[in-house]
């Protein structure tokens, strides 16, 4: 039962990373709109979004945690 808990919390942490990559890619897009002034509608989509992958990085690593 260790390995399976082992395999688990690896492929999570994997997870969790593929989540922090693409929220930091959010991040730049949202930097990169908000100097060019884009609009504000946009601008609103890209942070909710940011805000959906930290929850889910917040969500996920809790998982991690909880099965160390």
């Known amino acids: ?3 399976g808990n ?3 919390s690896y492929i999570t942490y994997i997870v969790v990373e ?3 990559v693409e929220r930091e890619k959010k991040c730049s897009i949202l ?8 609009d504000d509608a946009e601008i609103e989509k890209t ?11 917040v ?8 099965t160390i």
């Open 6 to 8: 082992d395999y688990y």
């Open 18 to 20: 593929s989540l922090r």
């Open 59 to 66: 969500i996920s690593s809790q998982v991690v945690d909880s």
């Open 47 to 57: 942070r909710v979004e940011i805000k959906r992958l930290h929850s889910l990085i």
């Open 31 to 38: 930097r990169h709109q908000e100097t060019r002034g884009e």
């Open 1 to 3: 039962n260790g390995w």
